[in-house]
């Protein structure tokens, strides 16, 4: 259950009514006050701000139940995460003051032309002098926010700003948000292109598929510098990364395990890719239509892709079939398609990723008494798959080694390092993955990413830490 914290503004009088009889009413109406703030004291009177917290369809259910007291009059009510997004969560900031004309003539003009022309003369030296060296772009056409769905660019943007800020704060990478006002795939490339030279790196962001794998692979075929889309790489590398930790748990083999991934979008397409490099040998792809069979014809192009592979079964069926017996279920489809029966088909030591927000695949109180090792993509149970483990250390490795591209290789390295956050000795049935908040996981990931760089021939620079 999402929760949500308001801020009201009371004017009590009192000689009819206390706190505590404010108290009692917030506590029946589903909050719980968590600070108390005194505006103006008063003998006759007082007026207090008092921060609550609850559920997000209990606020107007809160605010209706203290109108209604007497001698209760509400001043004001602010939402603290509207607050928060007064005017944007991000600003960008001069690294030097502009104080004098000496200042000036050394950042802008005249002294900045020689800058121009020495980069002019030789391409590279914008990643030295220029915020290209440290410099994300964070672009979506705002057709496949999470949660939300196809809610444009201008109501996207909270949350490429969100995203921006994690960048920043988690391993010093600038990023920005660009919000395309299109969902024309050409002019989504093109776009990009167009802005590329000042970033040193593309994440792309909630764009619907199947438009995001034409989109991520065409420009990176196009483009000289990283492009990633982290709704599909970013969950896929998540997933590996608790994985590898999960099949410890149980003393399994990423070679022998049957593992069923629901949901062949953009996520369960990187997903499956990511399965078959880690070493999986023995997957079975299911979507709407049921399970994605080898050697049948498939419209959708990754579909079909996933039909060709050998490690692919030929078996046809429903998502009930294809649990049978299973290893592994990795969901990133829908809320509520397996049931408690269903899963308990799966073979001993289950393994069960389901990833659907806010309700995912099963209920995890009906699938924790069964299943050996349990994640979701929500915080309140252990185990989150989430994204914010990996962009911050992939992009920080890739700008600091100046990487042409995203292959495989770096993402598997990535996927690796995110694992061995997480020590033997920690290592556990609740604990198959770091915190987002764990200080190891940037740096283990920008190391493994820049290593992997460095090996495969797409760095064109190497960091001092790595000679």
């Known amino acids: 259950m999402a929760f949500n914290s308001i801020i009201v503004r009371l004017e009590l009088n009192h000689s009819l009514i206390s706190f505590g009889d404010v108290a009692a009413a917030v506590s029946r109406a589903g909050g719980d006050i968590i600070s108390i703030d005194v505006i103006r004291a008063g003998t006759d009177n007082s007026v ?73 003369e030789s391409v590279d030296k914008a990643y030295s002098l220029t915020i290209k060296r440290n410099t994300v772009a964070v672009v979506t056409d705002g057709t496949a926010v999470l949660g939300l769905g196809d809610i444009g660019p201008h109501a996207a943007a909270p949350v490429m700003e969100g995203k921006a800020m994690l960048f920043k704060q988690l391993a010093d990478v600038d990023a920005f948000p660009i919000c395309l006002d299109t969902k024309d795939t050409e002019e989504i490339i093109r776009t990009i292109k167009l802005i590329s030279p000042i970033f040193g790196g593309i994440n792309l962001e909630d764009i619907s598929s199947p438009r995001c794998f034409e989109i991520e692979t065409r420009l990176a075929e196009e483009l000289d510098i990283p492009v990633f889309h982290d709704d599909q790489h970013g969950t896929a590398i998540v997933v590996i990364a608790g994985l590898l930790n999960a099949l410890k748990v149980t003393g399994k083999q990423m070679s022998n395990v049957r593992v069923v991934v629901n949901g062949i979008g953009a996520a369960g397409v990187s997903i499956c890719k990511m399965l078959l490099a880690a070493g999986v040998r023995n997957l079975v792809p299911v979507d709407r239509e049921g399970i994605i069979v080898r050697g049948q014809s498939y419209s959708h192009p990754m579909w079909q892709w996933l039909a060709e592979q050998p490690q692919v079964g030929n078996h046809p069926g429903s ?138 021939g797409v760095s064109r620079r190497t960091p001092p830490d790595f000679r």
Do not use: W
């Open 319 to 456: 998502l009930q079939d294809a649990v049978v017996g299973a290893d592994v279920f990795v969901g990133v489809s829908r809320g509520n398609v397996l049931s408690a029966d269903d899963v308990k088909t799966m073979a001993p030591d289950r393994i069960v990723f389901a990833m659907a927000n806010p309700h995912p695949e099963i209920d995890p109180e009906a699938a924790l008494p069964i299943v050996r090792v349990f994640a979701t993509g929500r915080s309140d149970y252990p185990n989150q798959i989430n994204n914010v483990l990996v962009f911050p250390g992939l992009f920080r490795g890739m700008l600091d080694c100046r990487a042409r591209t995203v292959n495989e290789p770096i993402k598997l390295a990535a996927a690796r390092a995110i694992a061995a956050v997480v020590t033997s000795s920690e290592l556990n049935e609740q604990y198959i993955i770091p915190s987002i908040f764990n200080e190891k996981v940037v740096e283990n990931v920008r190391r493994a990413v820049i290593e992997a760089a460095i090996l495969t």
């Open 48 to 120: 207090r701000d008092i921060t609550i917290q609850g559920a997000e369809d209990a606020e107007s259910i809160i605010v209706t139940a203290l109108k209604e007291l007497p001698g209760i009059n509400v001043v004001n009510v602010s939402d603290r995460t509207f607050l928060t997004h007064l005017g944007g969560k991000i600003s960008i900031q001069p690294k030097m003051p502009i104080r004098n004309r000496d200042d000036l003539s050394r950042v802008y003009t005249p002294g900045v032309a020689r800058v121009s022309m020495a980069i002019h």
